[in-house]
């Protein structure tokens, strides 16, 4: 069965920087697309960062600049590096993937647990 565990969530103070990190595991025959989105308190979630599978990379406008994307295709891991803080980063980060699970099948997105970034001013 297919997993995805986020990691690295936390408080920090504003200006300051956190690494999310998501692990894929189990069974599965290739990873396609990998992202991070968020959820704030009453909001929507939204889409932070995207990247291929060959490393292509698009970010929501309000992260250009400060938030890193980036993949290891061996360790089926993605990586979200995030600096300059503010207060409206505050949310639930979820890990995503569009995973294909054997041959046979078509990709279908996986989502993990989400973990809480908390951002004081």
């Known amino acids: 069965q297919v997993q995805l565990v986020e990691s690295g969530g936390g408080l920090v103070q504003a200006g300051g920087s956190l690494r999310l990190s998501c692990a894929a595991s189990g069974s599965m025959f290739s990873i396609n697309d990998m992202g991070w989105y968020r959820q704030a308190p009453g909001k929507q979630r939204e889409l932070v960062a995207r990247?291929?599978?060959?490393?292509?990379?698009n970010y929501a406008d309000a992260v250009k600049g400060r938030f890193t994307i980036s993949r290891d295709n061996v360790k089926k891991m993605v990586y979200l590096q995030m600096n300059n803080l503010n207060a409206e980063d505050t949310a639930v980060y979820y890990c995503n993937a569009d995973i294909k699970v054997s041959w046979r099948t078509s990709y279908a997105p996986f989502w993990g647990q989400g973990t809480q970034v908390t951002v004081s001013s």
């Open positions: 990247i291929t599978s060959g490393g292509s990379t």
